[in-house]
Nanobody
Framework: VQLVESGGGLVQPGGSLRLSCAAS????????MNWHRQAPGKERELVAA????????NYVDSVKGRFTISRDNAKKTVYLQMNSLKPEDTAVYYC?????????WGKGTLLTVSS
């Protein structure tokens, strides 16, 4: 199982960015996918989750209405569209899935929201 995040960077408050996570090594369409983040000095938190077919989506309260998780099973990729970004969204964002009872993580991509 390999998960590779991309798309992070420096964004001004109020801006938008889309993260991508390319998956390989497992049958992508059969597994739920998650985005987590870890801000400096804070614990990692689950930001968004999406079901296998994309119909079930859940978000942490702090990003509801601003972030959208989606997936393209043909491309084996999960996305996180982030709008109305705030400085408190600054964190390393990680893609995650559980396959065979084991947690798999990407290396993360850094988002910095600052003027």
């Amino acid at each position: 199982v390999q998960l590779v995040e991309s798309g992070g960077g420096l964004v001004q408050p109020g801006g938008s960015l889309r993260l991508s996570c390319a998956a390989s090594g497992f049958t992508f369409s059969m597994y739920n996918m998650n985005w987590h983040r870890q801000a400096p000095g804070k614990e990692r938190e689950l930001v968004a989750a999406i079901g296998r077919a994309g119909g079930s989506r859940n978000y942490v309260d702090s990003v509801k209405g601003r972030f959208t998780i989606s997936r393209d099973n043909a491309k084996k990729t999960v996305y996180l569209q982030m709008n109305s970004l705030k400085p408190e969204d600054t964190a390393v964002y990680y893609c995650n899935t559980v396959v065979g009872g084991m947690d798999y993580w990407g290396k993360g991509t850094l988002l910095t929201v600052s003027s």
